[in-house]
């Protein structure tokens, strides 16, 4: 399953790259985040308590970051499981200059296997954009107030 989307941001995008990889701002933004952990270098662990519509749940993950080009891009491996199945998937995150700005474009394919995968993407796409969006919202609000 295909996802992606963008979002414009106020701030610079060296601002912008440095939170995005912030645990600290992650674990603030990330909607129904409980835990985010460092296990490795960039690589991290959490926990997601996720109730939207019928994805609900406690879901425990796996994220590795790599092919970082500071400030412009990077891409994410994604491992996760949860009551109602696991979902794997790649993606990757390029912020581009924006008129004083910076503009995040995002994609990735997700593998989902379970009950996720019988309910499909009709689902599983409306609650990732709403999942995005609310951390981007959140990311934006703190990246401006730290200017």
């Known amino acids: 399953m295909q996802l992606s989307g963008e979002h414009r941001f106020t701030a610079p995008r060296e601002r912008v790259y440095a939170f995005m990889l912030d645990p600290e701002t992650l674990k603030a933004c990330l909607p129904g985040c409980e835990r985010l952990e460092q296990v490795g270098e960039d690589a991290y662990e959490a926990t997601m308590k996720i109730g939207i519509g019928m994805i ?32 794997s998937g790649e993606g990757t995150l390029e912020l581009l200059e924006d008129a004083g700005g910076t503009l995040v474009k995002w994609g990735g394919d997700a593998n989902v296997r379970g009950t996720l995968a019988r309910i499909g993407s009709r689902v599983i796409q409306p609650a990732a954009s709403t999942i995005v969006g609310q951390f981007f919202k959140c990311l934006e609000s703190k990246a401006a107030s730290d200017v």
């Open 56 to 87: 609900k749940g406690t879901f425990n993950g796996k994220v590795q970051i790599s092919d970082k080009q500071e400030p412009s891009s990077y891409r994410m491996l994604v491992e996760g499981k949860g009551p109602q199945g696991q979902v």
